[in-house]
T-cell receptor, first 115, second 113 residues
Framework: AQTVTQSQPEMSVQEAETVTLSCTYDTSESDYYLFWYKQPPSRQMILVIRQEAYKQQNATENRFSVNFQKAAKSFSLKISDSQLGDAAMYFCAYRSWSGGNKLVFGAGTILRVKS | DADVTQTPRNRITKTGKRIMLECSQTKGHDRMYWYRQDPGLGLRLIYYSFDVKDINKGEISDGYSVSRQAQAKFSLSLESAIPNQTALYFC????????????FGPGTRLTVL
């Protein structure tokens, strides 16, 4: 079974600075998707970014980018120019290419942004 | 209006009571999911459905049941609620094809006393 590990329960960043959230996963599959979801205090789950494992290029969405290291099974999220609105819980998630499209989530990282 | 809605948003109930959480979507998606969120555990899959006639157990289905009344509606039931079912519950939907990105509802906070 696949597992997703987020080793940082909490992180802090100064406004306008850059922060990287870590995520590792365990799988024997070669094709899969990886996601980062954001959960602000409103508790809504918001998709931040997604990466297909067959793509070597790292995904980017505005200030959010990933460092996808397939061999190392690592999928970190970099937030540049951090803003107060980035404060939230961030979840890393894995989805198999096959096997029912189920998401496997990590435990989450709380990101605090200091002004 | 929100694409995925959940009712109720918050609910307090007592041990042994039957409770139903409802999910509706206007995204036209075939696939629907129920997750449970607990502190330190992330979200875990309870049940999922790929169409009205297809229901599948997830990682933690014991103590729960579901009903897919229509393509747009997917309900989660706790037949006899217990305190360790206190959690935040999310419904999600995804398309049959394409990226299959899951879109989440706003969540239901359930407290079982």
């Amino acid at each position: 079974a696949q597992t997703v590990t987020q080793s940082q329960p909490e992180m802090s960043v100064q406004e306008a600075e850059t922060v990287t959230l870590s995520c590792t996963y365990d799988t024997s599959e070669s094709d899969y998707y990886l996601f980062w979801y954001k959960q602000p205090p409103s508790r809504q789950m918001i998709l931040v970014i997604r990466q297909e494992a067959y793509k070597q290029q790292n995904a980017t969405e505005n200030r959010f980018s990933v460092n996808f290291q397939k061999a190392a099974k690592s999928f970190s999220l970099k937030i540049s120019d951090s803003q107060l609105g980035d404060a939230a819980m961030y979840f890393c998630a894995y989805r198999s290419w096959s096997g029912g499209n189920k998401l496997v989530f990590g435990a989450g990282t709380i990101l605090r942004v200091k002004s | 209006d929100a694409d995925v809605t959940q009712t109720p948003r918050n609910r307090i109930t007592k041990t042994g009571k039957r409770i139903m959480l409802e999910c509706s979507q206007t995204k036209g998606h075939d696939r629907m999911y129920w997750y449970r969120q607990d502190p330190g555990l992330g979200l875990r899959l309870i049940y999922y459905s790929f169409d009205v006639k297809d229901i599948n157990k997830g990682e933690i289905s014991d103590g729960y049941s579901v009903s897919r009344q229509a393509q747009a509606k997917f309900s989660l039931s706790l037949e006899s609620a217990i305190p360790n079912q206190t959690a935040l519950y999310f419904c999600a939907t995804s398309a049959l094809v394409g990226s299959d990105t899951q879109y989440f509802g706003p969540g239901t906070r359930l407290t079982v006393l």
